[in-house]
Structure formats: structure tokens, C-alpha cells
């Protein structure tokens, strides 16, 4: 299993709307919200790291209002 966590940056006042799309997607198993550098937490659960990395790139990076990402795949 191929596990990522994701760092997000929403634009300023448009976290509701990034929140709300990221629960949309399947893929993603959670989403917080986190004071700090970052905006957003989200983990997402895959059987391959091809798969994670589709996710990653086609649904999650294409969420209008995301500024900026920073991936974290875990090693077993």
C-alpha cells in the first residue's frame, strides 16, 4: 500500500472551498486543517505509487484555489 500525506496552501479566504473539493475526492481518506506554514493535511491511501501519483496530480493539484503542495510519501 502506497500512503502519501500532502501539504496544501489555499489562497487567502478560499479554505472552505479547498476543504469541501478534497472531501470530494475518493482517494482521499482524511483532510485537517492545520495553523502554521501549511493550510491543509490530507493523507491519501493507494495500492500503487502510479495510482497515488495520478491522485496526486490529476485531482488533488487541479483543486482551484490551491497555491502551493508538498508530498510525503512514508516508506515502509
Known amino acids: 500500500m502506497a500512503i502519501a500525506y500532502v501539504l ?3 489562497e487567502l479566504g478560499k479554505g472552505s472551498q479547498v476543504e469541501s473539493s ?3 475526492i ?3 481518506k482524511e483532510v485537517y486543517g492545520v ?3 501549511y493550510d491543509f493535511i490530507v493523507k491519501i491511501e493507494m495500492e500503487t505509487m502510479s495510482e497515488l501519483k495520478e491522485i496526486i496530480t490529476n ?6 484555489d490551491i497555491r502551493s503542495s508538498l508530498t510525503l510519501i512514508t516508506i515502509d
Do not use: M, P, Q
Open 8 to 10: 496544501l496552501n489555499s
Open 22 to 24: 478534497l472531501k470530494e
Open 26 to 28: 475518493a482517494e482521499v
Open 35 to 37: 495553523y502554521g506554514v
Open 59 to 64: 485531482k488533488i493539484r487541479r483543486i482551484r
